[in-house]
């Protein structure tokens, strides 16, 4: 694979065609790297710091909270391939799927449009996150997208897709002192919660 690269603490690379999808993903090995394909695109980024995952286990066990053990749904983390339109596949962080909607659920993967995808930023992936799978997630009519972001403490919260236009109409800058309430789930929660209490912050 021909790639242009960074150098960063975590790397991030990008074919230099357009031409994979997910017959060429499935060949690709399970060597620790996350791999993912945005309308044609091979993405591959290294493992993400340990501050992180810690933000991305935080939140998962919200959500468990709050919408699995309550039966609203069902909450799967990185890595887990997703495959929607423009996403040949992609693993987000965190994704939450309705319990309505568990039949998307087979064959190893997510199979359609989930109610919630969840990116924690990394240094090196921020482009991919607030602009690429932006775009992308808004074309696929994903209801509810959150961008978390570490150095800043605060997520932002993207609703309302206008897949025409791969933007979202509604977006809200959920601060650090703030609570962060679903526009589409039942779940709410201070955003401090999402980041309090490793023992290493370093992203």
Same mark, same amino acid.
């Given at each position: 694979m021909q790639a242009e690269t960074t150098v960063t603490p975590e790397l991030v690379t990008r074919s230099l065609d357009a031409s994979w999808n997910y017959a060429r993903w499935s060949q690709l090995p399970d060597d620790g790297n996350r791999y993912e394909v945005?309308?044609?695109?091979?993405? %591959?980024?290294?493992?993400?710091? @340990? @501050?992180?995952?810690w933000i991305v286990s935080r939140i998962t066990r919200m959500l468990q909270a709050q919408i699995e053990d309550t039966g609203a749904g069902i909450v799967a983390f990185a890595p887990i391939g997703l495959l929607m339109p423009g996403c040949d596949p992609v693993q987000p962080d965190i994704v939450v799927v309705r319990s309505e909607d568990r039949g998307m659920i087979h064959d190893r993967r997510i199979n359609g449009v989930p109610a919630l995808i969840v990116e924690v930023l990394s240094p090196s992936n921020a482009e991919k996150d607030t602009e690429i799978k932006r775009a992308v997630y808004a074309r696929a009519s994903l209801p509810e997208y959150w961008i978390v972001r570490p150095a800043e403490r605060d997520v932002i919260v993207l609703h309302r897709p206008d897949p025409a236009s791969g %933007?979202?109409?509604?977006?809200l800058n959920v601060g650090p002192a703030e609570e962060l309430r679903s526009p589409t789930l039942p779940f709410r929660a201070a955003?401090?919660?999402f980041f309090a209490g490793s023992p290493d912050e370093t992203l």
């Open positions: 945005i309308d044609g695109v091979l993405y %591959m980024t290294t493992a993400p710091s @340990f @501050f992180h995952q %933007m979202y109409l509604q977006a955003i401090a919660g």
